[in-house]
DNA sequence: CTCATAACAAAGTAACCAGTTACTCATGGA
DNA sequence: TCCATGAGTAACTGGTTACTTTGTTATGAG
């Protein structure tokens, strides 16, 4: 009956919780997903995950904002050692393969969902003003040229939460077309 | 005490309650909203509202719907009687003033971020079916223009949720002129 | 071996939620 | 005047929620 349980570190478990809640949150949002529901998947008690990051809420933020960096560090890896359009069509590159983990694209669109709220705007705005930043000086081009890189990942987005690439339609393919640089 | 009380009919009632829920699910979502605080914000009673709508779910999904179409509607109605170009920056200057209703865009985010559940994703679908055959139509236009005229809409909405016209940011603001038609 | 510390959980708690039952009353037509 | 129909609700139900209290056990340093 003495099953020698091993112990993990903390910091073991906050990573095995935020893997999880980034599973429950993606699908079901910071309302719709229970702690309960993400500490079982975690391995964990819900007592304990209380216990690692204090509320709900703030987990969800740890959880988003992780997501959110993990585009920028993509990014900044893509673009790494290249400039101007060449630096800017490795970070489109690389942002495709990004959102097809569905799990990242939805956790970013809950965070948009979610911006009524002052925390999360305010995550939100900081990562996007990175992101920005980043993007516009490793390419160097004019605003008219950024806005445009961020309007298709934006639409992309959206086509992506419709599954439109998984479940195909003319009309989406028509703006999925759209979308490749000439 | 017999205060004669004058009754409503269920359709003025329905009306009520749809235009409750939007403020409600824009903020909320729809798990973060509670039908007891709608109702109540609808002069009705919790469980007439279930009478009325059946299940919070379905009741989401109307008032969602009707948020979409009415970007449909102000489409058609700005593209009366133009077309190419014309038709396209009728439409595109619909959508700013569409969307400078928070709630509505806010509506819009919830549906994208909701997408993982079929039946949201189905009527999100529905409507960007329309709404693209409606533009192509009306402008005439592209594929590549069609997609720059969509993604840029997109862009909006996340720089107007991020509150970034409200609370203007130097990087907000560069995005935001780069939107503009040259 | 000792003991402080950190990992972890069983069992609550109070509030809240979607949805139901069972009922009352207003209205308009015959 | 009667009554069928539709408007409307008080009170409840079974279940879930975020979060706490209180405790036990593993671990590593001295």
Chains 1, 2 share one sequence.
Not at 9 to 35: K, N, P, Y
Not at 36 to 56: H, V
Not at 150 to 162: I, P, W
């Amino acid at each position: 009956m003495s099953t020698t349980t091993t112990r993990q570190t903390a910091e073991e478990r906050r990573e095995a919780v935020l893997t999880a809640a980034a599973g429950e949150f993606s699908r079901q949002g910071l309302h719709g997903a229970s702690t309960d529901t993400i500490a079982k998947a975690a391995g964990i008690s819900q007592p304990y995950l209380f216990r690692l990051f204090g509320t709900k809420k703030e987990l969800y933020l740890a959880t988003t904002a992780r997501a959110m960096e993990e585009i920028y560090q993509a990014f900044e890896r893509a673009s790494r050692g290249k400039r101007g359009e060449d630096a800017l069509h490795a970070m489109g590159e690389s942002y495709t393969g990004l959102i097809e983990n569905r799990e990242r694209l939805q956790l970013m669109l809950q965070c948009f969902a979610g911006c009524d709220d002052p925390d999360v705007r305010e995550s939100v705005r900081r990562v996007w003003q990175e992101l920005v930043d980043l993007v516009e000086r490793t390419s160097g081009e004019p605003p008219e040229v950024i806005s445009t890189f961020f309007a298709k990942g934006m639409l992309l987005n959206v086509l992506n939460a419709m599954q439109l690439f998984d479940d195909p339609t003319p009309w989406g393919d028509r703006l999925i077309a759209g979308c490749e640089p000439s």
